[in-house]
């Protein structure tokens, strides 16, 4: 085994350098999203960007802390940490409280922790540990079964706590299982389920099952007609009806504020006052920036509130409002180059574990920057996600740490394992 010599001998500065660039811009950026005259002091601790500046901070020493720890120390305790992170939780949904409509959060003082945002790197060193394990092969059913299990379990979990969308950043982990060998056909049904998905909240349920029928009618029609056939014609009907039916329940199911956002988006309904408000106030405070922006702390949009939850999940606004498009390209694009970094770093590893791992930080950061920023220009739904490094909040920030450094450990580390 190769001496280790320090720390900071053979990590990859790129990364860590975009890690700091990204958590300052967002410092930033929260700093002009609650701008007001009375509090200036960008330390000042009874304001969100005094807050915020303790989380980086303490960000910064979880990161080290990180950095100290044995290179092996993750993929050794994949396990554990996932039983704890599903024990947390459990335990969050009896002793949590509630905030904006969703119990997921352990109070601790003025501070909250909210462990659906650690439950992700945790679930994702569990999916590493098991398929970089030797004798696993990506074909067998009870591979699939198994990673499926990993996967759902946090998120029926999360889905309890009434955080639809922190639960569906999960699902992005099958991007995960598709670089490890995964089936595209499996991609294609998933493809097809959202576009399923989609037609059950616009078209009328029996309508769309009457219009599957007969497809998979002209479907029978046009290939062998075969009794083989004719049952997985059959089969993917009944399958297909099936998940109209769910689609529908479970809408049903979703508080009203969720249905009314969803319809809102689907446009079966407007309303730019209730649920439509974010939204457009979004795009009005984007569209105001122009190309170039009004310039640093001078947006009007965001000076007097006019955008709800502008340091969390609008923050974007203050960036498309005082920045422009240039700065809107600008953010754009250094995320856009840490997800190719992550890709690069990840294939050079030379355990499955750290590869799979590398994968799947990619994997989630790319889904939150997605839909958070699609969102905010009115792309997808409003589901209430973070943008990494920018939003303010110490649990995410703390995730999306963890999760990164625990990358950059791993691939200093890899210099020390032996083929």
Known sequence: MRKQEG??????????????????????????????????????FSQKYGKQLVWILSSLFIALLILVVEGNFFAAFSYPIYIISMLMLVLVLFIGKEVSGSKSWI???DFGIQPAEFAKFATLMALAKFLGNINIKMDDVKTKVICAAVI????????????????LV?????????????SGNILLLGVTMAFLFLLALLINVYVLIGVLCFLCFLLFMVIRKTVQN???????????????????????????????????????ESDKKKAGYNVNQSLIAIGSGGVIGKGYLQGTQTKYDFVPEQSTDFIFCTVGEEFGFVGSAVVVSLFLFLLIRIIQVAERQRSPFSRIYGYGVASVIFFHVLVNIGMTIGLVPVIGIPLPFFSYGGSSLWAFTILLFILIKLDSYRLEILR
Request: proline share 2%; with cysteine; net charge negative.
């Open 107 to 109: 109070g601790v003082g």
């Open 152 to 167: 759902v379990l946090p998120m029926i979990l999360i889905f309890f706590e009434h955080e639809t969308g922190v639960a």
């Open 170 to 182: 999960y699902s992005c982990f099958i991007l995960v299982m598709y670089r490890e060998g995964l």
């Open 230 to 268: 004719a049952i997985v014609v059959v089969v993917i009907f009944i399958l297909s009806s099936v998940s109209v039916y769910s689609v529908q329940f479970a809408f049903e199911k979703l508080e009203p504020h969720q249905k009314k956002r969803i319809n809102v988006f689907l446009g079966k």
């Open 7 to 44: 720390i900071l001998k053979n990590l990859d500065w790129t990364l860590v350098g975009l890690y700091l660039l990204l958590i300052f811009m967002g410092w930033l950026s929260v700093y002009a999203s609650v701008y007001n005259e009375e509090h200036k002091d960008i330390t000042d």
